[in-house]
Nanobody, 115 residues
């Protein structure tokens, strides 16, 4: 089974930056997607950014131009760089992996953007 370990959350001021990581406990093979979901209080969980199974990237309109995902295949790790953070970015962020018919989730990391 694959376990996802997240790190990098915290409290930042508007306009600040954070960098997340999501490390998988096993080497991922075959076709899979890997990305970040987020859920703000009182709102639906949304897909913020993702590496698709086709190898391209997806960004929600709300984060486009501010968030960037990258990965280190040797470390089975995905990174999320968040710049120009806004109060509306406040949410719990979840790492997600879809591997064949299997789905794996991180525990969730709180991001709070406030002055």
């Amino acid at each position: 089974q694959v376990q996802l370990v997240e790190s990098g959350g915290g409290l930042v001021q508007p306009g600040g930056s954070l960098r997340f990581s999501c490390a998988a406990s096993a080497i991922l093979g075959g076709l899979y997607s890997m990305g970040w979901y987020r859920q703000a209080p009182g709102k639906q969980r949304e897909l913020a950014a993702q590496f698709t199974r086709g190898g391209s990237t997806y960004y929600a309109d709300s984060v486009k131009g501010r968030f960037t995902i990258s990965r280190d295949n040797a470390k089975n790790t995905m990174y999320l760089q968040m710049n120009s953070l806004k109060p509306e970015d406040t949410a719990v962020y979840y790492c997600n992996v879809l591997l064949g018919s299997l789905e794996f989730w991180g525990r969730g990391t709180q991001v709070t953007v406030s002055s």
